[in-house]
């Protein structure tokens, strides 16, 4: 039998309430795989997001009062219903946004295991006691206390993810919420809220408005919101600081990425080819922040390296999300293929680099579906556009270096700074590189990104600031009150 695609009812879930409709009118959702109207989105008005913004104000001074403990209980019993209802959240996720199946059923059991690493983190949030007390006769202490209300606007290519790396770490530390997903991905967050109220979190700590920019800009504007964790592209994340400029209003900022995968001729060229293809092709088609999206080769392993990737992307098939055997999903939208198909075709025309692989839309798909074929650049010139902006899309840029200098002279040579790869078994090459690679994280030899909860994530440059991920995640959404006695 099949797997089920029917969609659930959306809606904005304010205080407690599940609303079908929002003052913002209605969205028809896409299924990217076939292009057809799956179902209708309630989108929330500058009114709904306020009403969200003073349920979870309303929510705080209770939901603050909650023992640490009692806190942990609530989000460890959150993480056992997100375990038990794995399958129907992965089934969702490919709905939303035409994620494949595998994809989709992997980053669900990660949010189940965010949940459960930040529930355990609610009762070990502690300040502490300066040595000042021994010589000025003082006792002096910080004090970590929750913001109050957190503003948290997710983009569509995983929001599970981003729940459980933002809005699970807010409510750990005593924030209460207002999520704002994007209206393109309404599914599986619609089935998590239903989890939230079963798993016992009071009504209005976790407040959820679907909707485009103007709920976003709305949230972040909201007086009572008193910072904003966003995830989303750089150009947005400027009108969302500007906003934040007005009432110096912090945030959080996870943004895009262009990261370098820097091989060596002692790599395991094989291990490297398998993991950066699923990386830039399998994984949500190329949809992922963090993607080593250039892949720089040594020059005496270049061709052979070259070899196995056009190998590998021939073997790739394309379609059903939900068939096992499909490695590549859709993209998200049409615009979002015309997009890609706009990037590759301006490589091609300026000489970017060598066409080696792909570069259209795929045979054989479902019609209608918004698919990219896996497309692969040869001999990229560093400064095109193709090697320095970001795709957002099913594309590998191959670039050729002749020495360890020039290798980190390119792959430092964007403006975004979000993940670095190295492949190479020499472990001074892997110590010089860590310190020298302008990235939030340097992962080496095949670790992916987010290998574990305990690690932050995060970015520098355009980028992004502000981590999530382990206990700076955590602090992200904790001041410090010092409190100083005579
Ligand atoms: P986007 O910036 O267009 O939208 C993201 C979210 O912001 C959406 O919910 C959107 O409705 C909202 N928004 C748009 N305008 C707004 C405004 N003026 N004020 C407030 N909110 C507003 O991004 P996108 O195109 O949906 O997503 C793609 C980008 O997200 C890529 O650059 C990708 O790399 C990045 N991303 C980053 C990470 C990470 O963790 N670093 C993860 C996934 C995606």
């Not at 292009?35 to 008005?45: C, D």
Request: aromatic share 6%; with cysteine; hydrophobic share 45%.
């Amino acid at each position: 039998m099949g797997i089920e695609r029917t969609v659930p009812a959306v809606h904005l879930h304010i205080g407690g309430q599940a609303r079908a409709e929002g003052t913002g009118g209605m969205a028809e959702h896409v299924y990217p795989a076939t292009g057809e109207v799956q179902g209708l989105v309630p989108l929330a008005g500058p009114a709904d997001v306020a009403e969200a913004v003073e349920a979870a104000h309303a929510a705080f001074p209770a939901w603050r009062s909650w023992t640490p403990a009692e806190r942990r209980g609530v989000l460890v019993r959150l993480a056992e219903l997100i375990k038990a209802d794995v399958a129907e959240l992965g089934r969702l996720s490919v709905l939303d946004n035409g994620m494949t199946h595998r994809i989709g059923l992997h980053l669900a059991s990660a949010m189940a295991g965010y949940t459960e690493y930040y529930a355990g983190w609610a009762d070990k949030i502690e300040g502490r006691v300066t040595t000042a007390p021994a010589q000025r006769r003082e006792l002096a202490y910080t004090i970590p206390e929750p913001y109050g209300v957190v503003g948290i606007i997710l983009t569509w290519n995983g929001p599970l993810i981003s729940v459980g790396m933002k809005v699970i770490p807010a409510l750990a530390a005593g924030n209460t919420v207002v999520v704002k997903p994007s209206e393109l991905t309404p599914y599986a967050t619609e089935h998590l809220m239903r989890l939230v109220r079963e798993a016992g979190i009071p009504d209005g700590v976790v407040n959820l408005v679907l909707g485009g920019p103007d709920a976003g800009e709305a949230l972040v504007r909201h007086p009572l919101v008193q910072k904003v964790s966003f995830t989303g592209g750089p150009t947005t994340a400027r009108k969302i600081l500007a906003s934040c400029a007005e009432s110096l209003k912090p945030a959080v900022l996870e943004l895009g990425g262009k990261s370098a995968n820097l091989v060596f001729p002692d790599a395991d060229l094989d291990r490297v080819t398998l993991i950066n293809t699923s990386s830039v092709f399998e994984t949500l088609a190329g949809q992922g922040c963090a993607i080593p999206s250039r892949l720089l080769v040594h020059e005496s392993v270049y061709d052979e390296v070259a070899e196995k990737v056009i190998a590998r992307v021939r073997s790739l098939r394309f379609g059903d999300p939900f068939d096992p055997t499909t490695n590549v999903s859709p993209v998200v939208t049409r615009a979002a293929r015309d997009r890609i198909l706009g990037m590759i075709d301006r490589a091609r025309s300026q000489g970017a680099g060598r066409l080696l692989a792909g570069g259209g839309v795929p045979d054989g798909v479902p019609a209608g579906g918004y698919y990219v074929e896996p497309t692969v650049f040869g001999d990229v010139v560093p400064d095109s556009e193709i090697a320095q902006v970001e795709v957002f899309g099913p594309v590998l840029s191959l670039l050729r270096f002749s020495s360890e200098e020039e290798a980190v002279a390119i792959a430092n040579s964007t403006s975004y700074g979000l993940a670095a790869y190295v492949n190479t078994r020499d472990i001074g090459r892997v110590n010089r590189l860590t310190s020298q690679l302008r990235a939030g994280g340097v992962y080496v030899n095949g670790a992916p990104p987010v290998v574990g909860y305990e690690l932050p994530f995060g970015g520098v440059g355009i980028s992004g600031y502000g981590r999530e991920g382990g206990l700076e995640g955590l602090l992200e959404f904790v001041r410090t009150k010092a409190v100083a006695i005579a």
